[in-house]
């Protein structure tokens, strides 16, 4: 049963947090930072499965583009080490400049898809790169939603 | 009316650092290597500076000196970003992260009958066709990504974790290994630059050569150890997983992360892009009332863009006991006042509401 939020603010203020999904990192092609795009179960109900997923493939192609190792990122080597670093006081790196296209990237996916649906994403940043937080809302209002604590333990139990 | 104390986010992080400088500078706890080493570079630069270079930029160029004070600022600027940068610390998972790994942990074990120790918290990935093991990390509650290792002298996992050196008096991980590298590169040149001129110091003033044995001995540690860290470069090893022999070749082990190309190990380790600091030192924290913290009283000037929205939920000196708000404030908590900051449920999440905790049906 998709519960209904106007916009972000609406959805900090009147939801309560039922449950918190954590999508992992994808190894496979070694350290770079990558994310899983298995659908987790839990958010079955809430979300379609192809919006999740091309959250999850962008927020890789922009990981893959600041951590693209070719023309750019040797010219701001080469120029950082000419200046024994001293230069990167003042200037943002390639890689901070791509963190801040992320982090509108996921400003814009809450209001416009996650926060309608009662989830809200937390930038892969504020937890270490790890993982992506998807918290799932429970609007504190309707009585008839399933709780927290159920699909806490249905997850549990799988 | 609103105290003047903020405090950062780095006053209360777990691991055994010093912070300096409000947050911006990261160190290990022992520094005393690490000034013996400042010392040691500025005092040999300093007696070469005053008893060798009028001599040799008099009878041989000026633009020995002038070389040498480049170089050595060169070495100290890479030292010092050695040295205070995060080395790629991970930061320990949140209580709800911890609490979802485990049930993955316990799910995957099934059921351990009781009395048998349960099997070791390991997780396997395939890595360029070799299946490399993560190990779960007691401390910080985390599955370690590839290349990390704990740090028990700083008890931080640290991302590409490649040793701890107290010369530095830092840990080399991702972060910083480039700026240890640069600095071994360069105090090698420096220590054969001013090792050269002595000797010709010498020869040209026949002069007692005390000065030339202590070079001596530094120039081969230290080319030694630029020596093998060049050699890990290329083969894109880290000195952690040298000492372990993680990459030995015995059972057809071999490295997922080189490329089979020198070029191309080198480039990735010294000319990749530059990482961020995932560890949040600078971040403001709410306050909590003083009662339970400790907080030192810094005079730091106070932040403009704070996250709280009403006044009350900052005690002061003059706040009465009474009327200071408890920890756990659900809608508080959620409603952060600047537009771009997201909800920190991080460490007492709302509880779910009484009304919502029926017992209905799954979804």
């Known amino acids: 049963m998709a519960t209904e939020f106007h916009n972000l603010q609406e959805l900090r203020h009147s939801a309560s947090l039922a449950t918190k999904v954590f999508i992992q990192r994808d190894y496979t092609e070694g350290t770079v930072c990558k994310f899983q795009t298995k659908f987790p179960a839990e958010l079955d109900s809430r979300i379609e499965r192809s919006l999740f997923e091309d959250t999850v493939k962008t927020l890789n192609n922009y990981y893959a583009e600041a951590e693209k190792i070719g023309g750019q990122s040797y010219l701001e080597g080469c120029l950082a080490c000419a200046t024994a670093y001293v230069i990167f006081l003042c200037m943002e790196t390639r890689y901070e400049k791509v963190l801040k296209k992320i982090s509108k990237y996921i400003q814009e996916q809450n209001e416009k898809i996650y926060a309608p649906r009662g989830l809200l994403i937390t930038d892969p940043i504020e937890r270490g790169m790890r993982v992506i937080e998807i918290s799932v809302f429970e609007d504190r209002g309707s009585s008839g939603s399933s709780s927290g604590s159920s699909s806490t333990s249905s997850s549990s139990g799988r | ?363």
């Open chain 2, 1 to 363: 009316m609103l105290a003047a104390r903020v405090t950062r986010r780095w006053e209360k992080l777990p691991g055994k650092n010093t912070f300096c400088c409000d947050g911006r500078v990261m160190m290990a706890r022992q520094k005393g290597v690490f000034y013996l080493t400042v010392a040691l570079i500025t005092g040999t630069c300093a007696l070469f500076f005053g008893f060798e270079c009028p001599y040799l930029a008099v009878h041989l160029s000026p633009a020995i000196p002038v070389f040498a004070v480049l170089l050595f600022l060169f070495v100290m600027a890479v030292l010092l970003r050695t040295s205070f940068s995060d080395p790629g610390v991970l930061p320990r998972a949140l209580p709800e992260e911890a609490t979802f790994i485990e049930m993955e942990i316990e799910a995957a074990n099934g059921n351990v009958p009781a009395g048998q120790r349960p099997p070791p918290r390991i997780r396997n990935v395939e890595i360029n066709n070799q299946i490399v093991k993560l190990k779960y990390c007691y401390t910080c509650k985390i599955f370690r990504p590839p290349r990390a290792s704990h740090c028990s002298i700083c008890d931080n996992c640290v991302d590409r974790f490649d040793h701890h050196c107290p010369w530095v008096g830092n840990c080399v991980g991702r972060r910083n290994y480039r700026y240890f590298y640069l600095f071994t590169l360069s105090l090698s040149l420096l220590t054969i630059y001013i090792f050269t001129f002595d000797i010709v110091h010498v020869v040209l003033r026949s002069m007692d050569s005390s000065f030339v044995l202590i070079c001596f001995f530094t120039l081969w540690s230290v080319v030694g150890l630029t020596g093998f860290h060049t050699y890990l470069i290329s083969m894109n090893q880290t000195t952690n997983e040298d000492i372990k022999g993680s990459w030995s070749g015995k059972n057809r082990v071999q490295n997922p992360y080189s490329h089979r190309n020198i070029i191309k190990n080198c480039c990735e380790v010294l000319c990749g892009p530059s990482y961020p600091s995932v560890l949040d030192r600078r971040g403001v924290m709410l306050e909590a009332p003083p009662a339970t913290t400790t907080a030192p009283v810094k005079s730091t000037t106070p932040e403009p863009q704070t996250t709280k929205t009403t006044a009350p939920l900052i005690p002061n000196e003059h706040t009465p006991e009474d009327v200071k708000p408890s920890i756990d404030t659900t809608s508080d908590k959620t409603c952060p006042a600047s537009e771009d900051e997201k909800p920190h449920l991080s460490q007492f999440p709302p509880l779910a509401s009484p009304d919502t905790l029926e017992p209905a049906g799954a979804h």
